[in-house]
């Protein structure tokens, strides 16, 4: 299991559950994991050529157990209806 915010596996202190193309994505410990991949997104699509062709598809990932979103979105919803939330 990954923690959504210190990318590392729970059971092991050392490494991390997040590649960046073809390392290990160390340094973004502490970050939101849709934070990053949007941001990657971004960073990927503002950098392109645009007169090459660009496809780019983006599946967030953090929409399961165990609830790990920042506060903000977390307090969109009612605690009685979502009893993982709060």
Same mark, same amino acid.
């Given at each position: 299991?990954? *923690?959504? =915010?210190?990318?590392?596996?729970?059971?092991?202190?050392?490494?991390? !559950?997040?590649? !960046? &193309?073809?390392?290990?994505?160390?340094?973004?410990?502490? +970050? =939101?994991?849709?934070?990053?991949y949007v941001g990657r997104a971004v960073e990927t699509?503002?950098?392109?050529?645009? &007169? +090459?062709?660009?496809? =780019?598809?983006?599946?967030?990932?953090?929409?399961? !157990?165990?609830?790990? &979103?920042?506060?903000?979105?977390?307090?969109?919803? *009612?605690?009685? +209806?979502?009893? *993982?939330?709060?």
């Amino acid at each position: 299991m990954c *923690d959504h =915010y210190t990318q590392k596996f729970k059971e092991c202190d050392h490494a991390v !559950d997040l590649w !960046d &193309s073809f390392a290990p994505g160390h340094g973004m410990n502490g +970050t =939101y994991g849709d934070y990053m991949y949007v941001g990657r997104a971004v960073e990927t699509i503002n950098s392109h050529d645009v &007169s +090459t062709p660009l496809f =780019y598809y983006l599946a967030l990932q953090v929409a399961h !157990d165990p609830v790990e &979103s920042p506060a903000r979105f977390q307090a969109e919803y *009612d605690p009685s +209806t979502c009893p *993982d939330v709060g």
